[in-house]
């Protein structure tokens, strides 16, 4: 049987989200104060209770016929950000196996890459503190493909800011990609689209189609969008 691809990864994910009521239950989770990632961000929330299982499932069920792994194989193929700390059992259990940190040293994190101006402590006297890269969530070998991913939440009400939502975090894929020096053959960018009648997906009607389509095998970065019910 052939292998699963990225695509389909992606197309069980959006899939299996939009079925559910997420932001009623994402709100319950942030006032509740019962997620698991120990955050009350909307974005953070939403990888750890909503992502993470769908992309769990997708191995640990959905084609675990297909790859034929044992569950300490696709472990080691399932990175999520946090997995150190009070909350490794928590990953464990939903069938993560590292936390998908760069070790070496960076020049600076993904939000100083996206701005045009110099971090405040290349002029500074002081030790600069280290800087590192870590991507909300990771797929690498035995798995069929390797992935670095990262997460968006999207609630604004402007084509404008929908455009520039998705140019940072297209800057951010790329940053990952080469900060880790070719460990990492894709990223993708998930937009977890919670605004009003889902403005996200109709803003990228308003992107150049030749810029559009260049998401995926192309460029190695692919775009999910999910709209949130």
């Not at 196996?97 to 402590?121: C, I, L, M, N």
């Amino acid at each position: 049987m052939e292998q699963p691809t990225i695509e389909d990864l992606l197309n069980f994910v959006k899939s299996e989200l939009t079925a559910q009521p997420v932001l009623h239950r994402l709100e319950e989770i942030i006032q509740s104060k019962t997620s698991t990632a120990g955050a009350a961000s909307p974005e953070e929330v939403f990888t750890r209770e909503f992502l993470c299982p769908v992309l769990s499932r997708f191995f640990y069920e959905h084609v675990r016929g297909t790859l034929g792994f044992e569950d300490s194989q696709i472990a080691c193929g399932l990175g999520i950000e946090g997995f150190r700390g009070r909350s490794a059992k928590t990953l464990e259990a939903l069938g993560f196996g590292f936390a998908p940190a760069r070790q070496g040293k960076h020049f600076y994190t993904k939000d100083e890459f996206v701005k045009s101006t110099v971090p405040k402590d290349w002029g500074s006297a002081q030790r600069a503190a280290p800087k590192q890269a870590c991507p909300d969530f990771a797929i690498q070998r035995p798995l069929p493909f390797s992935m670095i991913g990262e997460v968006k939440y999207f609630r604004g009400r402007t084509c404008e800011r929908a455009i520039k939502e998705l140019y940072d975090a297209s800057r951010q894929a790329v940053f990952y990609l080469g900060a880790f020096g070719g460990q990492y053959q894709n990223a993708c960018i998930v937009i977890a689209d919670a605004s009003e009648e889902h403005f996200f997906e109709q803003s990228l009607q308003h992107i150049n189609f030749g810029i559009r389509e260049r998401f995926g095998k192309e460029t190695g970065v692919y775009l999910c969008v999910i709209p949130l019910h």
